[in-house]
């Protein structure tokens, strides 16, 4: 068995503490402490990476031999301020990354699923009267899944072996969305944690964009628009199975090209907002580059707080189905972190 970081360790030593060389400041929501912690040994689980719907359970590692080796190129020039569609596209697909394989992530893809099933019990069961042959458990079959008390579980596995199948997808839809890069000159530092890629709900009309803290002094929000025509476009070209790289290549230029990316210089409100943010959605968590206060009491404030997946259930035809989803953090006075 490996030891796989969800958290890349590139991604974490952008965190290192200047007073503490080779260590990042570690809080955590559940046991409430603050040790420096070395990234190697930090955000990573047994076989975390291996997923055994596939034939080759390692298959995600042929995609992050392409990116997780070119973070720190990536934010180096982010940094100096060279902008190049190489840069945002290496930052895209890990973010997409991040919001695929870490415990947060992998239990949110669970319980999704788990939504959409119940949404389907009548129609499973009619399914299942329709197609079967009578036999002495298929009524006990049936009246399992119109029985509501009995609950439906789903492999893990499955919810992740989804999101592995769409990582380059969402990168690439990353890549062309608008883009806000943030440069913090004040001196709260922004933080991260161990789920990095979050959505913040905006006061106003536009979508939630996903933000990500990538070092103490830069940070991006993404705005994926899902009514974007160009992300649809490239969608579906991804659907090519003789697509070769040149012509990807080409319309990823051609869809970039109505990307917007704005450089805003952040405030301490800003600032203090992300990091709020930040440790809300930490599923336990939080990597800074400084020991202080001021995060300590952020990780006792939100020490039961947790993000889960909410499902809205709407009207399709005549006949009712759930496939709306929000993230939200909730107050979760029973969680308990393991």
């Not at 040994?41 to 995600?60: A, Q, T, Y």
């Not at 922004?190 to 709900?201: A, E, H, K, Q, V």
């Not at 907002?273 to 959605?281: A, T």
Request: with cysteine.
């Amino acid at each position: 068995m490996s030891q796989d970081h969800y958290v890349p360790q590139t991604y974490l030593e952008r965190f290192i503490d200047p007073n503490k060389p080779g260590h990042v400041r570690l809080y955590s929501k559940s046991k409430q402490f603050c040790v420096p912690a070395t990234p190697e040994k930090i955000c990573r689980e047994f076989d975390g990476d291996s997923n055994f719907c596939f034939s080759n359970p390692r298959v995600l590692d042929s995609i992050l031999h392409e990116i997780e080796p070119k973070w720190n190129w990536a934010l180096d020039e982010l940094e100096r301020g060279n902008i190049t569609g190489d840069m945002l596209l290496i930052i895209a697909t890990n973010i997409a990354r991040f919001r695929s394989c870490t415990p947060t992530r992998k239990r949110l893809a669970k319980s999704m699923l788990e939504n959409d099933l119940e949404s389907l019990r009548p129609y499973m069961a009619e399914w299942v009267k329709r197609t079967s042959e009578q036999h002495e458990d298929l009524e006990e079959l049936i009246n399992g899944l119109l029985d509501s008390n009995i609950k439906l579980s789903v492999d893990q596995d499955l919810g992740h072996a989804f999101a592995i199948q769409n990582v380059v997808k969402v990168g690439l839809a990353y890549t062309i969305s608008d883009w806000c890069i943030l440069r913090n000159d004040t001196l709260i530092p922004f933080i991260t944690s161990d789920n990095p890629g979050i959505l913040i709900n905006l006061p106003s009309h536009l979508p939630s964009p996903i933000y990500v803290p990538l070092t103490p002094k830069h940070a991006i929000l993404i705005f994926v628009n899902p009514k974007n025509p160009d992300i649809h476009s490239l969608l579906e070209l991804l659907e090519k199975k003789d697509i070769g790289v040149s012509e990807l290549n080409e319309n990823l230029t051609k869809f970039s090209k109505n990307r917007s990316i704005q450089n805003l210089k952040a405030t301490d409100i800003t600032v203090e907002m992300v990091n709020h943010e930040i440790v809300k959605f930490a599923e336990d968590k939080i990597i800074a580059n400084v020991e202080a206060e001021w995060i300590k009491k952020m990780v006792k404030e939100y020490k039961n707080w947790e993000v889960q997946s909410l499902c809205k259930k709407v009207l399709d035809g005549e006949k009712e189905a759930i496939f709306q989803y929000t993230e939200q953090v909730v107050l979760n006075d029973n969680l308990t972190v393991i």
